[in-house]
């Protein structure tokens, strides 16, 4: 019991890792000379731009931004929320309050991500300006890792509802 409670733990922690650094990193649209991110622009890893009001279709980004600082900030209420059940829960109950948190911070990751996913273009044509040499890019690291946190959340969130409290 003590090495799947271990697991568990670690798991979490990954999960929440990986979400902090998917919404800090500069990385969600990369390429040679640029990467783009859901906080700003950098050219030439020097002429950087922070998004603001100023940029067409900044809701969307702030839609983005929102979700994944909502995600992070309920995978760590998750994580506080569990270890307070695993010593206040009877023997046998399940760790139900601990699951629903972690799976709305993972509809959160998902949301986030799917928005990116979709208006991605979109945000990039209407600021030709500031996108103008980002044409020719990816989608970066930080971009993957939020759907591989999102995959960890959901995983998380199905073991802590399967989990019950033993001895």
Request: with cysteine; hydrophobic share 55%; glycine share 4%.
């Amino acid at each position: 019991m003590l090495v799947l409670l271990a697991f568990i733990i670690i798991f979490h922690i990954t999960s929440a890792a990986l979400l902090f650094v998917a919404t800090i990193d500069n990385a969600w649209w990369v390429g040679e000379e640029f990467f783009a991110d859901i906080w700003r622009v950098c050219v030439n890893n020097t002429n950087c731009t922070e998004l603001n009001d100023s940029v067409q279709e900044f809701s969307t980004v702030q839609a983005v931004q929102a979700t994944m600082i909502l995600s992070t900030i309920l995978c760590c209420i998750a994580f506080l929320i569990f270890v307070l059940q695993l010593f206040r829960l009877k023997q046998g109950e399940r760790f139900v309050l601990t699951s629903i948190i972690q799976l709305m911070a993972c509809l959160c990751v998902m949301i986030a991500a799917s928005i990116y996913t979709d208006r991605r273009k979109d945000i990039h044509d209407r600021n030709h300006d500031l996108y103008a040499q980002t044409s020719g890019g990816s989608f970066g690291y930080s971009f993957i890792l939020a759907w591989v946190a999102f995959a960890f959340t959901f995983i998380s969130g199905l073991m802590y509802l399967i989990l019950r409290k033993r001895k």
